[in-house]
Structure formats: structure tokens, C-alpha cells
């Protein structure tokens, strides 16, 4: 019998995520902070609008978590209305938002106490691969608890690796984002120097898309940057909270990633410029003021 879902967090991941869970057949019942976009996406793609997280849980056995930040999924799950409040006992938590490493192993622990099972499932592959369902998703948690949770995750995702325990999830994935701010932001000073020396910037991108220097980054947003292009698929502003993650976390390990904190420095000019609600190749934007050019 297919597990009851709920599903809270209807943003521009969360929303395409748990379409891919209606195509495979699960019932869901969903909450998102702005009730007019879960009753859009109900009207779009069937299912419940729950009041609150609590209610969702009332409904569910799995309760998945896809909003921006550590204190939001505290709120859904643990919070006065959370969702903790009305769930049945042995219900599973799959968070697949971005949160950090503490944040994710503190709320699974409190989870834990109260007889609830967690996974921690961050993904990569941004609305795109949302909207086919092809995400990689790198998940924390028991084995028993990730068996239970893989077919839902496999609905959602092509890659689904499991690399340890909660919170080992989101220790794999503020590394790999802060990998692709860096190379977001190094491909945004190649091309605001390429501009500069009066480089063809169409050539530059062609030789370096069949080379050692060939990158998803350059495939995703070498043509957008040159076109100013900066429609929203992960914004500026998270990817800024997911550096400052990474370097938290190094921190926390007593190591130095000082191409991320480089990068962290030009997202953070490029969110205090207004460009946190811009796709991240919006830190193009930065470079160019940092160079007296336009690309």
C-alpha cells in the first residue's frame, strides 16, 4: 500500500518535485505559506490543501520539507503549528531542503525523541531536472528508514545516493553547491575579461565548452550570461546561504576553502546590489562593476 504524503513547500523546486510524486501516483495533500500557489498547483496537478503543517501531518505518513532555510523547516516541523504536532507515531521525515549539517542532525534528533523517523535529501539539478524528475538527491539516514523513503525519492530523482547518516545528506551538498558558485563565479570573470580585451565571447565559450574547461556551469548559463539572462532557476540569495554553509561547515572541521569564500564575497555584493532574487549568473553582474565592463 503506497504511502499517504504530505508535501510542504510549493516554491519553484518544491512545486515541480511533488508533481513528479502525482505522475508516479501518490496522493498528496500539501501546505505552502501562500495558500493561493498549493491551491494553484492543486488545481493543476490534483490533491489536498492542508491549513497548516500540522494538518498535513494529520493526513500523512511521510512528510517531506522543501523551503529556503534551516529556521523555515523548524517552523513546518517543530514550530507551535508544526507538523510534529499531528503526526501519527513512526512517521517519516524527508527534508529536501538546504539547511546545513547541525540544523538538519538537531531537527532529526528532535524528531527522533518524539518516536518520528528523518532523512536529510538535499538535491542538485535545479528546476529543470525538478520538472522531469531527474534530480540527484544525496541522502542522510538509518538504512531503514532510506529503503522506506527511496521509492518516493526515486520519483523525484534519476541519481539518489545514500551517503551516511542525517545530516551527512546536506554535508555532500553545501560542498558540491559551493563548487558550483565557484564555478559560476570564475566563468563570470573569464567572460568580464574576455569583454574587456575585446575577446569574441560566443568563440570563448565554444572552445571552452570542448575542453578541459567544459563545465555543466558553462552549459547552463554561459549563454544566459551573455544575454543578461537572469530568469530565476536557483536564486542568487540561496546560493549565497548555501556557500555560507559550506564555509560553516569547514569551519566547523578546522579546514580552508578559500576559493568559496572568495566566491561567497561576490554573491554577497551581488545580494546587497538587489540581486538576491535573480538566478545566481546574476553575480555576473558584480564582476562586470568590479571591471568597468558590460558582457
Known amino acids: 500500500m503506497a504511502e499517504a504524503v504530505g508535501f510542504i513547500g510549493l516554491g519553484i523546486m518544491g512545486s515541480r518535485q511533488a508533481a513528479s510524486l502525482r505522475r508516479a501516483g ?11 500557489r498549493a491551491e494553484a498547483w492543486a488545481a493543476d ?16 505518513s511521510v512528510v517531506i520539507t522543501m523551503v529556503v532555510d534551516g529556521p523555515q523547516v523548524e517552523e ?20 529536501m531542503s538546504t539547511i546545513g549539517p547541525a540544523d538538519a542532525r538537531r531537527i532529526g534528533a ?8 528523518f532523512v536529510d ?20 539516514g538509518a538504512d531503514e528508514d532510506m529503503a522506506r523513503a527511496l521509492p518516493l525519492l526515486e520519483a523525484m530523482g534519476e541519481l539518489i545516493v545514500h551517503v551516511g547518516p542525517a545530516g551527512t545528506g546536506q554535508q ?40 578541459s574547461a567544459n563545465s555543466t556551469m558553462l552549459q547552463l548559463k554561459g549563454e ?19 556557500v555560507r554553509l559550506c564555509l560553516e561547515e569547514a569551519r566547523e572541521a578546522g579546514a580552508a576553502f578559500p576559493a568559496a569564500a572568495l566566491a561567497g564575497e561576490l554573491y554577497a555584493a551581488g545580494a546587497g546590489r538587489g540581486l538576491g532574487e535573480q538566478d545566481f549568473a546574476a553575480v555576473l553582474e558584480v564582476v562586470e562593476s568590479l571591471n568597468d565592463t558590460r558582457v
Not at 84 to 95: K, Y
Not at 123 to 134: C, I
Open 121 to 140: 535529501a538535499p538535491v542538485t539539478g535545479s528546476a529543470p531536472k525538478a520538472e522531469d524528475g531527474t534530480l540527484t538527491i544525496m541522502a542522510g
Open 172 to 211: 555532500v551538498k553545501v560542498l558540491s553547491n559551493a563548487v558550483s558558485a565557484v564555478n559560476c563565479a570564475t566563468l563570470a570573470q573569464a567572460l568580464a575579461v574576455g569583454r574587456r580585451a575585446d575577446v569574441n565571447l560566443e568563440a570563448l565559450l565554444e572552445v571552452m565548452g570542448a575542453g
Open 110 to 117: 528532535a524528531l527522533s525523541e518524539r518516536g518520528h523517523h
Open 26 to 36: 501518490y496522493e498528496l495533500t500539501v501546505y505552502n505559506r501562500t495558500r493561493e
Open 76 to 95: 513546518m516541523l517543530l514550530g507551535d503549528d508544526g507538523a510534529v504536532h499531528g503526526a501519527r507515531e513512526n512517521t517519516l521525515f524527508i527534508d
Open 224 to 242: 544566459p550570461m551573455l544575454a543578461h539572462d537572469f530568469t530565476p532557476l536557483f536564486k542568487l540569495e540561496h546560493m549565497l546561504k548555501d
Open 45 to 60: 496537478h490534483g490533491g489536498e490543501v492542508a491549513e497548516s503543517p500540522r494538518a498535513v501531518a494529520e493526513r500523512a
